[in-house]
């Protein structure tokens, strides 16, 4: 029962590539041979206008969209902002109920 048991398979299961096999090459000393240099190839021309060109229409669409943007985000933080408050409240109003009544038993 305390002996682990190592399971057995009859036959293998998958494809199953038989072991390569290496045979040693001889290593041959040559002398070495002078080439050409390779011929210098130059980059590619660089364009001279640059990438994004912003119109005034675009400008204003960004300004619009990036303002909505903090808007959103602002409004939501504000509301988990007050979700929380909101609930501490609450919870410290329980609290001071639940110690008013258990006061109020031991004093009778």
């Known amino acids: 029962m305390f002996r682990p048991k190592v399971p057995t398979m009859p036959q293998p299961s998958g494809h199953i590539t038989p072991p390569t096999v290496v045979e040693p090459t001889a290593v041959i000393q040559q002398t070495p041979q002078h080439f050409a240099p390779a011929p210098v ?7 001279t206008r640059p990438a994004v060109q912003l119109t005034p229409g675009a400008v204003i669409a960004l300004v619009g969209s990036g303002t ?13 902002l007050l979700a ?11 609290a001071l109920v639940i110690r008013s009544l258990s006061t109020g038993q031991t004093r009778r």
């Open 41 to 47: 190839i130059s980059p590619a021309p660089v364009p």
């Open 68 to 80: 909505a943007v903090v808007l959103v985000v602002g409004a939501v933080l504000v509301s988990m």
């Open 84 to 94: 929380v408050a909101i609930t501490a409240a609450s919870v410290a109003v329980c």
